[in-house]
């Protein structure tokens, strides 16, 4: 099974999700809904964040596994904070128009 294409093919934008369906019993749920904070990321940085995770949180440890420098991995977690604050941002501002 292929990942979940998580931007427009055409003009990069971020994709919903439309349909879901269970392969046990073939329900099938149909609306639009946002992709999970997390999944906004794209695959790298999935990888990075459960990394990171099994590390406990250890720097270090990061850049001994990923066989770079501690200000590399630093700079690396840094350009993810940096992103999860903007889906944020863009989620709130999202929710602030639709209630409007």
């Known amino acids: 099974m292929s990942n979940l ?3 427009c093919p055409a003009c990069k ?4 999700v439309r349909h879901l ?3 046990v019993c073939q329900t099938q749920v149909e609306g639009r809904y946002e992709l999970p904070l997390l999944m906004r990321l794209d695959t790298q940085e999935q ?3 459960i990394d990171f995770i099994k590390c406990s949180g250890s720097l270090k440890d990061m850049a001994t596994l990923m066989k ?4 590399t ?3 690396r977690l840094d350009e993810i904070i940096d992103k999860i604050k903007q889906f944020e941002k863009t ?6 128009e639709k209630n409007k």
């Open 91 to 96: 989620v709130l501002k999202e929710s602030r």
């Open 47 to 49: 990888i990075f964040l």
């Open 5 to 7: 294409p998580i931007q």
């Open 13 to 16: 934008d971020q994709l919903k």
């Open 73 to 75: 991995v630093r700079n």
């Open 21 to 23: 369906v269970c392969d």
């Open 68 to 71: 770079l420098s501690y200000p």
